[in-house]
């Protein structure tokens, strides 16, 4: 059974563009972030002083939809932070605007600790393919006793759940729908039924389902060969895909999906899929009947205010289930 969490932001300006903390209940963990330009309170404050290891995000000038991050570790934040901050040719750097730092309120992550930490963090970063990093790879430090080992993995899990409530993705791991359950795993999230997006015109057939949030067109779905539609828009994001190689031309004038790939709206996946702009509430139809996605998300919303309707006339709270 999942169960919620419980997270606590606090704004030390009392600006959300400003200083924020993060800290989880049960988790010795505590997170800072903020924008470069408040750098100099940033290094003021406690933590800074402390180990811990950190993250320097910036735009990528390669590649407007990804960011770049560099990931570091240090036994005193705040003098490195200070050393990033000169210019590249005095050993700093230049492309980072936000900075977010992660280290323990009982102070007990030693300099082994936040190198397995760094080590482990970049391997995520790299698998989950959500960023580029400034730093390449990291050599695996394993000068860890195994017990220090489980709880720098559960340190990690709780870096994953945090850092994308600040704005912060790029260790947000990528759900497949196709992805076959693995035996002992939780079991997985519950997916929509399947769509499907049509132009015959093109000779173009896609498949889409929504998945924790976000809509996906499905591995071996058909796109148009090229963008079509005017400049701007979901151009880039096309163009991107055809250089990472999930957008593939299938020797007949149309481009295959080579894996699910995430979108984060039906509109987005149609234009994808159409190389132009496209209403994706109405462009995607339940599979097998002709009804839109829209008229099926909106059945999904009537059918739950009935529930909770009938729910409450019995007496029952929507989710109790009952006895």
């Known amino acids: 059974m999942s169960y919620g969490r ?9 600006s959300p563009n400003g200083l924020i903390t993060a800290e989880i209940m049960n988790w010795t963990g505590h997170v800072l972030t903020g924008p470069r330009s408040k750098l100099s309170e940033l ?3 406690p933590e800074c002083a402390r180990t811990g290891v950190y993250f320097l995000v910036g735009p990528d000038p390669d ?13 005193d934040v705040g003098t490195r932070l200070k050393q990033h901050n000169r210019p590249e040719d005095q050993g700093g750097k230049d492309f980072w605007e936000k900075v977010c730092l992660v280290t323990s309120k009982d102070q007990n992550l030693t300099k ?12 995520n970063a790299m698998e ?9 790879t990291a050599k695996a430090y394993a000068n860890l006793p195994e017990a220090d080992r489980a709880d720098m993995a559960f ?24 992805t076959p359950e693995k035996s002992g795993d939780q079991p997985k999230a519950e997916a929509s039924p399947f769509f499907s997006l049509e132009l ?16 996906y067109v499905l591995s071996g779905s058909l796109a148009r ?13 096309f163009h991107q895909l055809c250089e990472d190689g999930v957008l593939v031309d299938d020797g007949a004038g149309r481009r295959r999906f080579t894996q699910d790939q995430a979108f984060s709206s039906p509109s987005a996946a149609a234009a994808i899929v159409s190389g132009r702009t496209a209403n994706g509430r109405v462009a995607w139809k339940l599979e097998g009947s002709c009804e839109t996605y829209a008229e099926w998300q909106d059945r999904q919303v009537q059918a739950a205010e009935e529930a909770a309707a009938s729910a409450s006339d019995q007496g029952v709270s929507p989710g109790d289930g009952g006895s």
């Not at 082994?112 to 391997?123: C, D, F, R, T």
């Not at 340190?155 to 196709?178: E, H, M, T, Y």
Request: aromatic letters at 10%.
């Open 43 to 45: 290094i003021q404050r």
């Open 200 to 215: 015959p015109k093109h000779g173009l057939k896609a498949r889409g389902q929504e998945y924790e949030g976000e809509f």
């Open 63 to 75: 590649n407007s939809l990804r960011p770049l991050v560099y990931i570091g570790e240090t036994d």
């Open 112 to 123: 082994a600790h936040v190198k397995h930490l760094e080590s482990l963090l970049i391997q």
């Open 155 to 178: 340190f990690l899990d709780q870096i994953r759940v945090v850092l994308p409530v600040l704005g912060f993705d790029f260790l947000r791991a990528v759900p497949k729908p196709s």
């Open 6 to 14: 419980s997270l606590r932001l606090f704004l030390v300006d009392d």
């Open 128 to 136: 989950v393919g959500r960023c580029r990093l400034a730093n390449g």
């Open 225 to 237: 060969e090229s963008w079509k539609g005017p400049s701007g828009g979901y151009e880039a994001l």
